[in-house]
């Protein structure tokens, strides 16, 4: 059981070069999450998937964009990098009611756009 | 949409001092309230979490409480060691049935205890 999984570690990007990011999850979790990391700025959080064949806008949603492959896969596009692009990308998968809710993140993506 | 405000931005503590961390939310719908440790370089991990039918909740050394009134909760943490220096981020959770869940983080408290 490898919870969600996050490809690549890390990448280096040159502007204007395009990449995507790759999360799966093996929990059966219907709802996926792309947050970036910004020092002083907390989490915030890009596109999510309330369940497999839809996606939202969250927080942050201007130059991503995002698929919701299948269940298991939620994948963060970056058509133009750019240089405020520079973050930490988590991947989150939630699952739960009410009474039994749990949020499990992957190890994160560092990625540097020069 | 939900806000959450976290206070204070850095926290510096001697080692068997208590921490506390304080935040506020602005969506009354929200209803669990996690908080996440994270240290350098690693992913965030759930640490504790209070639901909003609870007003108090306590595991060893870590505790939180929840005001629904006055929209704002907090994390204390006593007889802190250095092993608690991270960075401590709280975060609202609005589930609206279904699928339908959203989680909302504020900007995180880097805790540093000094042995």
């Known amino acids: 059981n490898a919870g969600v999984t996050q490809t690549p570690k890390f990448q280096v990007l040159k502007t204007g070069q395009s990449m995507t990011l790759q999360c799966a999850q093996d929990?059966?979790?219907?709802?996926m999450y792309w947050y970036r990391q910004d020092p002083g700025m907390g989490l915030r959080l890009i596109y999510y998937?309330?369940?497999?064949?839809?996606?939202d806008k969250g927080e942050v949603p201007n130059g991503y964009n995002v698929s919701r492959l299948n269940k298991r896969e939620f994948s963060l596009r970056l058509e133009s990098a750019a240089p405020s692009q520079t973050s930490v990308y988590f991947c989150?998968?939630?699952?739960?009611?009410?009474?039994?809710?749990?949020?499990?993140f992957g190890q994160g993506t560092r990625l540097t756009v020069v | 949409g939900e806000n959450v405000e976290q206070h204070p931005s850095t926290l510096s503590v001697q080692e068997g001092d208590s921490a506390v961390i304080k935040c506020t939310y602005s969506?009354?719908?929200?209803?669990?309230f996690p908080w996440y440790k994270q240290e350098l370089g690693k992913r965030p991990q759930l640490i504790i979490d209070?639901?909003?039918?609870?007003g108090e909740k306590k595991d060893q050394r870590i505790a939180v409480t929840l005001n629904k009134t006055a929209k704002h909760f907090s994390l204390h943490i006593t007889e802190t060691q250095p092993e608690d220096s991270a960075v401590y981020f709280c975060?609202?959770?609005?589930?609206?049935?279904?699928?339908?869940?959203?989680?909302?983080f504020g900007k995180g408290t880097l805790l540093t205890v000094n042995p």
């Open positions: 209070i639901r909003s039918n609870v």
């Open positions: 929990m059966n979790h219907n709802s």
């Open positions: 975060a609202a959770f609005y589930y609206s049935g279904g699928s339908n869940y959203k989680l909302t």
């Open positions: 998937s309330a369940s497999e064949g839809t996606t």
């Open positions: 989150a998968s939630i699952t739960g009611t009410f009474m039994n809710t749990e949020a499990f």
């Open positions: 969506d009354s719908a929200s209803n669990y």
